[in-house]
């Protein structure tokens, strides 16, 4: 979230993506970094157990949701 509020200020479009479990505290970093507005993007949890081919295809899956994001 710290990443994304900065690249934000400066004018760049940014996303955070997190898993599930760790929603709440994203938003809660955005809000006390002043980008209550930033909701980072959800994926399954768990992330690091994961094989390449398996996170490739969690990426597969929220891809168009990145791009919607970063382009409205």
Do not use: Y
């Not at 006390?32 to 994961?50: F, R």
């Amino acid at each position: 979230m710290h990443d994304g509020s900065v690249l934000e200020e400066r004018g760049v479009p940014s996303l955070a993506i997190c898993t599930e479990v760790f929603f709440a505290a994203g938003k809660v970093q955005a809000r006390v970094l002043g980008h209550s507005e930033l909701e980072p993007l959800t994926v399954a949890h768990p992330i690091q157990s994961l094989t390449p081919e398996q996170i490739r295809n969690r990426a597969d899956d929220v891809v168009d949701s990145i791009v919607e994001r970063l382009t409205v």
